[in-house]
């Protein structure tokens, strides 16, 4: 079985999101985290899709591959939220959430994540996207979800795993879990081509 052979291997996510830490967790995969910082910087003309493929590469630019161990494995990934053709990202701050939220209210978005998983001597990126439909939000409801969890760091500025998710989301096409920013089923496959 693949977690088996993942055994034999150093796996490192190259992430601080605590939900992707939290769901490569739940796949009972061991790894250790390793923070990277890069200007995420894209070609607006581009597609969601080469879009989030692209930041979840460059993510990888600051790591010195040479430094490793063949059997070394490195997880990135990068997650947009695309409503009616424009990328929504994290909130600046609290009137930003709110914006954000207005705009998803009563509204169908798509959430891209991009997914690159490597070793020193091979490198796999694939993406996928998950339509997400709100119900109308009542101001109230966006005041109490912003206060209450203060979703700042979310693209977004929602967490589909939290309060809002459960009474504001009327339906998810696709990955649950890519919503919550890591495509599990899509990881396991790649973990399965390049061990």
């Known amino acids: 079985m693949l977690l088996e052979e993942l055994k034999k291997h150093r796996i490192i996510l190259a992430s601080q999101s605590p939900r992707r830490r939290e ?4 796949m009972g995969v061991d790894f250790e985290v390793m923070k990277t910082d890069v200007e995420e910087t894209y070609d607006p003309v581009w597609s969601p899709e080469a879009i989030v493929m692209h930041l979840s590469k460059l993510k990888l630019s600051p790591i010195d591959m040479s430094q490793y161990a063949p059997d070394t494995i490195f997880i990135t990934c990068d997650t947009i939220v695309v409503v009616n053709g424009q990328i929504i990202g994290k909130p600046k701050d609290e009137e930003d959430a709110k914006r954000m939220l207005r705009i998803l209210s009563g509204n169908t978005h798509t959430v891209y994540s991009g997914l690159t998983v ?3 001597q091979k490198q ?10 709100f119900e109308t ?7 109490y979800y912003i206060d209450t969890y203060k979703p700042f760091d979310k693209a977004g ?7 809002i998710g459960r009474v504001g989301i009327r339906e998810v096409r696709g990955s649950f879990y890519n919503v919550m920013g ?11 081509q390049i061990v």
């Open 157 to 163: 500025s929602y967490g589909v795993q939290e309060w």
């Open 137 to 143: 939000l009542s101001d109230e409801m966006i005041q």
């Open 182 to 192: 890591l495509p599990t089923r899509l990881l396991w496959q790649m973990l399965e």
């Open 124 to 133: 796999l990126t694939d993406y996928r996207s998950t339509d997400v439909i």
């Open 23 to 26: 769901l490569l967790a739940g």
């Open 118 to 120: 490597a070793t020193p």
